[in-house]
């Protein structure tokens, strides 16, 4: 875990760093804080966070689905995919190799971030300090979805005692509901996940039942190590 987890010290450090001396350097000598400017960018950060998982949500289930997919038989979906669906799929499917074409999303997704960043880091003003927080915004959303989907979900790697933390557990299970397909591929979502289950029937009820079965197996295997 310490690969991801000193990434992200690093990005968040060298984040709250390039916010100080943003601000520093276009606050002219004696002109006192820019409250203005530091909460409008500050709100853009909260709202491009949050933003991000709505502009996910909306994306997944209906432009990389397209969700009358979800009506016809598995066999008969790559017949008739559309571009995003393509991309998507491999995730859908047994990765070969560290990366899937689906990882091109997260790479479409830090071209505007990487932008909004440098406008606002360059520019001093109201408008420039909300373009710099929205990027900083969906940069955190990005962090956190690479722990919570890439590593506590598909174990593409280690991610500590992240894996420990209740909420994010459940969070991960509604995932795998997800690619279960069992109710019609909701939760769409990641971090609102289980509001969405919450509006479906038994939504919530599997989640504890996967839950408690991942619990069993783990105790298994624990018994198993002893035993040997």
């Known amino acids: 875990a310490v690969p991801p987890i000193a990434t992200t010290l690093g990005i968040g450090g060298t984040a709250i760093l390039a916010t100080f001396y943003r601000f520093s350097w276009h606050t002219p000598d004696g002109a006192g804080v820019p409250y ?6 500050l709100a853009f950060t909260v709202g491009a966070a949050v933003g991000m998982e709505m502009y996910a949500r909306y994306a997944h289930k209906h432009l990389w689905h397209e969700s009358w997919m979800w009506a016809l038989p598995k066999d008969w979906r790559a017949e008739w995919n559309k571009p995003f669906w393509k991309l998507h799929q491999s995730h859908h499917e047994p990765r070969e190799g560290a990366f899937e074409q689906n990882d091109i999303f997260a790479v479409a997704n830090a ?8 406008y606002g880091f360059l520019h001093g003003g109201v408008v420039p300090g909300m373009c710099f927080g929205a ?8 962090m956190a979805y690479m722990f919570v989907h890439d590593g506590l979900v598909h174990k593409r790697f280690p991610v500590g005692p ?6 994010l557990k459940k969070i991960a299970m509604g995932h795998k509901l997800h690619h279960s397909e069992k109710f019609g591929g909701a939760p769409w979502g990641l ?21 408690l079965a991942a619990e069993l197996r783990e105790r298994a295997a624990k018994d198993m190590e002893g035993v040997i």
Do not use: W
């Not at 071209?111 to 440098?118: G, N, Q, R, S």
């Not at 990027?135 to 990005?142: A, K």
């Not at 992240?162 to 909420?167: F, G, K, Q, T």
């Open 36 to 41: 203005v400017e530091l909460f409008a960018s």
């Open 111 to 118: 071209v505007p971030a990487i932008a909004l960043i440098l």
């Open 135 to 142: 990027g900083l915004g969906i940069t955190i959303f990005g």
């Open 162 to 167: 992240i894996a420990e933390v209740p909420y």
């Open 191 to 211: 971090f609102f996940g289980l509001q969405e289950l919450e509006r479906l029937e038994g939504g919530l009820e599997e989640i504890d039942s996967m839950l």
